[in-house]
DNA sequence: TCATTATTGTCTCAATTTGTAACAATAATA
DNA sequence: TATTATTGTTACAAATTGAGACAATAATGA
């Protein structure tokens, strides 16, 4: 087999956005003995569609497929161009930078995507540099590495803008859902708090909610439909 | 002085929108004896910002400074790989393909941008490989090369979709404009036709506009007021 | 068995925003 | 000085959204 050969100074982060306990939540890695924080992210191979390498990437992290991806920003300034942070990173792995990796310092113009999964389809999979690939809730990250921070609040500020245009907050769920649950997914995402007939009558209106049978879950209460995205 | 070095597989195209005689217009160049139109573009220096190639080039191509800039969109599918437009391209200007320029004919992912300048402001000016740079009504646009008119589809949709949000027409009109002048370059945007009453109420409450002296151009009818944006 | 409790889906009415037309105020013209 | 075309503003209707009320449940527990 060929060895797989990258696009130089060509990279892609992702912001995979998951929701529980009521908090909107990003995977975030930390690298072998370093304490450095970093979004996952990865290389573009010469002969492999952008989009797909970062699906890809994402197959590899999350174990899931057929994800919703969006890309938002290519982040090329000169400033993040910080060849001794990547040099840590490897070294903490005892790789020669001189060898084979030593294309790893240069100069990199990162593509950004963020993507939306339904939390309870993942089983976050470190990679070969790293400790650990877990969920933060976006109001407690960790210090992140390079200009990553401003890549997730990017992420973030291009998910509200997309929002309501694109009606893409149920990615965040599994297929069924109640109202309520909907509801706190976007209060989640806008930071505020909504009033709950109006969302109601809002999300009924647009038509893509499909409802389902009711969901009893055994309190003592009306027990609310079950809904799901049209098509 | 030392040569000029690029960031290799890596490119810019940029949509540059002007609004003349009531339609939205972009700039297009002809390559020399090749009938091949394309978006202009450039590369990027390997220590300089990406940000400021793009500027770089527009300014070349507009003598313009302070453009109204906005990335939109990283293209990097492999169907856009075809070296042979390139060649074809570089031959016809007796350029040697295996010579100094062959990185030219390389697999490129291209970071797409949109601008908004003010028509009169520019000269367009062709580069080295190019015949011309001229205006073109994106109604009446020339076949172009590669992926170049998804790209500026995908330009016009973003412009459209960030029109209100960033309420940017104005970006396309000298620095003082009549009430009707903006109602004219939204309508292009849009390709719909907007109420008056409405969009000048609109427009007035958004709080962006400043009003000057009134405008009189001996026609038999009240003069009206000419606008700029605040600040 | 039947009142109690918490939450849901829907309805109502008020407040706000937008659609539509009317109208008075011009600048030039004839 | 009446006429013309276009402007800025107002007035009212229509549509949308805000805010609360209320009946309809599912369980609970006396």
Same sequence: chains 1, 2.
Avoid at 43 to 52: A, S
């Amino acid at each position: 087999m060929a060895k797989k050969t990258y696009l130089p100074h060509l990279a892609y982060d992702s912001v995979i956005f998951g929701f529980s306990d009521g908090e909107l939540k990003i995977l975030i890695m930390e690298y072998h003995n370093t304490g450095l924080f970093a979004l996952p992210g990865g290389f573009v191979q010469t002969n492999e569609n952008l989009n797909d390498a970062v699906l890809r990437g994402l197959h590899e992290r999350t174990g899931i497929t057929n994800i919703y991806l969006e890309q938002f920003y290519t982040f090329g300034d000169m400033a993040r161009f910080k060849p001794e942070v990547m040099q840590t990173l490897l070294e903490a792995n005892g790789i020669d930078v001189k060898g084979e990796y030593k294309w790893m310092l240069d100069r990199f113009v990162t593509v950004a995507y963020y993507a939306l999964i339904n939390y309870k389809d993942v089983t976050p999979r470190p990679d070969a540099l790293s400790d650990s690939c877990e969920w933060y809730p976006i109001k407690k990250l960790p210090k992140l590495i390079l200009d990553h921070k401003l890549i997730v609040e990017k992420a973030i500020q291009t998910l509200r803008d997309n929002l309501d245009r694109k009606l893409v907050g149920g990615n965040l769920l599994p297929k069924k859902f109640t109202m309520n649950e909907l509801q706190k997914v976007y209060e989640a995402i806008l930071s505020v708090k909504l009033r709950r007939t109006t969302f109601q009558r809002k999300m009924l209106a647009a038509d893509v909610l499909k409802r389902h049978e009711k969901q009893f879950l055994g309190k003592a209460h009306k027990a609310p439909y079950l809904y799901s995205f049209k098509k």
